[in-house]
């Protein structure tokens, strides 16, 4: 069973930087596909990010050119790194694994497993 734990969030100001880690633990996540997925308040769940076993990597457009993915398979951990910080990327922060394909995965209902989240607030 995979167990799944971000941290890394908090307050900053717009413009500002932050990297979040996902630390796995129960199973070697470098054959899975590993996802970051956001949650602003009063909104749905969004992609954001993922990597492949391969580390080929997919962002979502407004986030392209300012974060990053990357994972660090001897510590089972992947990480989002996050420049010029917006408000509008204040939300919860999820990791999440799909254990049934390696590639890359933007799609939501694909992945099996999530962490608990962490907070991200970007102030103005």
């Known amino acids: 069973q995979v167990r799944l734990v971000e941290s890394g969030g908090g307050l900053v100001q717009a413009g500002g930087s932050l990297k979040l880690s996902c630390a796995a633990s129960g199973r070697t996540i470098s054959n899975y596909a590993m996802g970051w997925i956001r949650q602003a308040p009063g909104k749905e769940r969004e992609f954001v990010a993922c990597i492949s076993w391969r580390n080929t990597t997919e962002y979502e457009e407004s986030v392209k050119a300012r974060f990053t993915i990357s994972r660090d398979n001897a510590k089972n951990t992947v990480y989002l790194q996050m420049n010029d910080l917006k408000p509008d990327d204040t939300a919860v922060y999820f990791c999440?694994?799909?254990?049934?394909?390696?590639?890359?995965?933007?799609?939501?209902?694909?992945?099996?497993?999530w962490g608990q989240g962490t907070q991200v607030t970007v102030s103005s």
């Open positions: 999440a694994a799909d254990l049934d394909y390696p590639g890359v995965q933007d799609l939501l209902e694909e992945y099996d497993v």
